[in-house]
């Protein structure tokens, strides 16, 4: 069975004081987590702060971006070296709001998951549709562009250790989830195509998650899906109590 994922994306939020409070709460919870793998990733600067802290527990931390070359004149960009260096164990990758606003592109997305693949970061690769794309029956098309293009010469080998974020543009931030059938639909059309591209040990190998409004109320139902690894939260990560109410959802389910 896969080890099911349970990450905070904290965003552009929680000052040092604040991101320290909340990761300590984490911390201190983790040790009751034996079959949930918990991962936070605040902004670049608390990285440090909340590496000490996460230290000696089994709580992952994630970058939320990298780049894909090793040093060089790329102002406002980290090095996936300089993530390792600190202790970053994974690195979100093509967010939405990277894509929306920053002008992320799949080309981009696909250099950052490879390059943070040579680096021993865990890519997680966000993917999903717009309202208007699903309203036009375009989601399925949508999300495995997105996929196939974030593995463009990525070897099964590596494959398997890459996460996918399954979180439709409408979803996100707006407190309404995809049910868990469009959640589910969703999730089966990525791995067939990884079975597609590689083959059905790759396909059940890689952990795919769901996010957009995922709340402690909404998990038990969104995590029967079989395809569906765990989630990726945002708004419900930057308080310990619905992040751990979300992360012992998972784990009972997991059990
Ligand atoms: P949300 O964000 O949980 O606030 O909808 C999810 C995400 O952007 O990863």
């Not at 909340?50 to 090095?79: C, F, K, M, P, R």
């Not at 495995?144 to 409408?170: C, H, M, N, T």
């Not at 089966?188 to 195509?193: E, K, N, Q, S, V």
Request: charged share 25%; aromatic share 6%; glycine share 8%.
């Amino acid at each position: 069975m896969r080890t099911p994922i349970v990450a905070g994306n904290w965003k552009m939020n929680k000052l040092l004081d604040e991101a320290r409070g909340l990761a300590g709460d984490v911390a201190e919870a983790s040790g009751t987590f034996e079959h949930t793998e918990l991962i936070l990733s605040p902004t670049y600067v608390a990285l440090p702060a909340l590496s000490e802290i996460l230290s000696g527990t089994d709580v992952g931390l994630s970058a939320q971006n990298v780049h894909w070359t090793e040093q060089g004149s790329y102002t406002g960009e980290v090095a996936p070296s300089m993530l390792e260096e600190i202790g970053c164990t994974h690195a979100i990758i093509g967010h939405s709001e990277r894509r929306q606003y920053f002008g992320e592109t799949d080309v981009s997305v696909n250099r950052r998951a490879r390059a943070a693949l040579e680096h021993d970061l865990t890519p997680i690769i966000c993917v999903g549709e717009s309202l208007a794309e699903r309203q036009n029956g375009e989601t399925e098309l949508k999300i495995k562009l997105q996929v196939r293009a974030a593995l463009s010469e990525v070897d099964a080998g590596d494959a398997r250790d890459v996460i996918f974020a399954y979180e439709p543009l409408w979803a996100i931030g707006t407190g309404e989830s995809a049910t868990p059938e469009q959640a589910q639909e969703s999730l089966a059309a990525i791995r067939g195509l990884l079975a597609d591209i590689y083959d059905d040990s790759v396909a059940s190998s890689v952990r795919i998650l769901y996010g957009g409004s995922v709340k402690p109320h909404n998990i038990d139902e969104l995590i029967q899906g079989p395809d569906l690894d765990g989630a990726l939260i945002g708004s419900a990560s930057l308080e310990s109590e619905s992040f751990l109410s979300i992360a012992r959802s998972v784990e009972s389910w997991a059990e």
